[in-house]
Structure formats: structure tokens, C-alpha cells
């Protein structure tokens, strides 16, 4: 290949030189340009071109329309959020307890068997009869005339569980009583025993005719449940 002439070298390099400078000296233009607008804190609506002439892509849009007046501010829109989701939240948690309050409620069965009724106009005087409640027997005695009388003349401060008769009863002729030995837990046995009231045969404890313990092991008269009688011969356990 021939040598370039040197006077073509030359005009080469300087066409160089003269393109880099031109380029250097834009961006110095341009960031000077930028810094100046930054440190004096005012933005211009219009971009001001260091270059030559103007033209509408250089115009900001106009948001002035958008904005809020001067001084207002969206404290409407931060209620408005706020009480939403404080609407949401309240509505989330009363569904939440609602369930778990259904799911710790008894339900139809257990609150069927919650309650009893017996009609005691079927159970004759000096009769026992036998009903089963909350999985536990239940003990209702028609008692005589002289049962009561019989309950009542016992010296109470010489039981075991020192309790008298009419603390034990609503109605002095209807005795009711869990059937459960207050030793074991036995069933006790009716119309047996010493005392002529109940008899456990599990360890021999005697229950007299108002169910107080009066021999044996067990240390407790026979339990009361709660029990009413809403009508004359209704009686409602539980
Ligand atoms: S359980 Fe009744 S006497 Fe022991």
C-alpha cells in the first residue's frame, strides 16, 4: 500500500481534533446548564435548551389543572381510607368471633339432655323412681308422711355431714338426689340398708331417708342437683 501524503495526515488529525472538542464541549454546556438550574432552585416550566432554537417538544405539559388549589391537602381521601379499612377490619373480626362463639355453644342435643322433666303425678307415695341425667343417675323419692317425720327427729349434730332435712328438700314429700355413692361412686341400692333409706353395697355405707351418710365409708351426704318445680307436679331437673 502507498504512503498518504503528509499534507493528508494532517487534515485528518485536525478534523479529529476539531470533533472531539466540539462533542467535550457540549456535555460541558449541558451539565453546566443542569447545575445551574439545581443550585438556584427554581424549575422553569419550560426546558431551556442550551442549543440552537426552541420547539414545542421542549415545553413542559401544563399540569396545573390536576393539582390541588393552593393549601389543600387530601386529608378527605386519608379519612376516607382509614375509616374503609377500619370498617373491613370490625366486619372481619365480628364474623371471627360470631364463628367461635357458634362452635363453644352447646348444641341442640347437649342442651336437650341439659334439662329433664318428670311428671310426678306417675310416681305414687313411698315409691323411688329412677331417671338418668347428664349421664348420671337420679334418685326421686315420694316420701310419707312419716319418712319426713323420721328425717327430721335426727339429732343433726350427730352426723357425719351435719345437714338438715329441710335443707335437702323444695317440697318436704319429694326427695331428689344424685344416685351416686359419695364414697366410690357406686349406685346405691332403695329402701335398704340400716337407716331405711339407701344402702351401697360396694363398702356398706347407709344413707337414711333424707340421703345423709350415716355408716360406712362414705364421708358425704348424697348430692342435691339444682332442680324446680315449675307446675304442681312437674318437676324440671337441671
Ligand atoms: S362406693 Fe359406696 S361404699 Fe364404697
Not at 466540539?22 to 453546566?32: E, I, K, M
Not at 440552537?52 to 399540569?63: E, L, R, V, W, Y
Not at 334418685?139 to 335437702?168: C, M, W, Y
Amino acid at each position: 500500500m502507498a504512503p498518504l501524503p503528509t499534507a493528508a495526515v494532517s487534515r485528518t488529525l485536525a478534523q479529529a481534533v476539531r470533533r472531539n472538542t466540539s462533542q467535550s464541549a457540549v456535555r460541558a454546556l449541558s451539565s453546566t446548564a443542569a447545575r445551574s438550574v439545581i443550585a438556584s432552585g427554581e424549575a422553569s416550566d419550560t426546558y431551556q435548551s442550551p442549543f440552537k432554537g426552541h420547539s414545542a417538544a421542549n415545553k413542559i405539559p401544563d399540569f396545573s389543572k390536576y393539582m390541588l388549589p393552593n393549601g389543600a391537602s387530601n386529608q378527605m381521601i386519608g379519612y376516607f381510607m382509614v375509616g374503609t379499612l377500619g370498617a373491613i377490619s370490625a366486619a372481619g373480626a365480628k364474623s371471627t368471633v360470631q364463628e367461635f362463639l357458634k362452635n363453644m355453644a352447646a348444641s341442640a342435643d347437649v342442651l336437650a339432655m341439659a334439662k329433664v322433666e318428670v311428671d310426678l303425678a306417675a310416681i305414687p307415695e313411698g315409691k323411688n323412681v329412677i331417671i338418668k341425667w347428664r349421664g348420671k343417675p337420679v334418685f326421686i323419692r315420694h316420701r310419707t308422711a312419716g319418712e319426713i317425720e323420721e328425717a327430721n327427729k335426727v339429732n343433726i349434730s350427730s352426723l357425719r355431714d351435719p345437714q338438715a332435712d329441710e335443707d335437702r328438700v323444695k317440697k318436704p314429700e319429694w326427695l331428689i338426689m344424685l344416685g351416686v355413692c359419695t364414697h366410690l361412686g357406686c349406685v346405691p341400692i332403695g329402701e335398704a340398708g340400716d337407716y331405711g333409706g339407701w344402702f351401697c353395697p360396694c363398702h356398706g355405707s347407709h344413707y337414711d331417708i333424707s340421703g345423709r351418710i350415716r355408716k360406712g365409708p362414705a364421708p358425704l351426704n348424697l348430692e342435691i342437683p339444682e332442680y324446680d318445680f315449675p307446675e304442681e307436679d312437674k318437676l324440671v331437673i337441671g
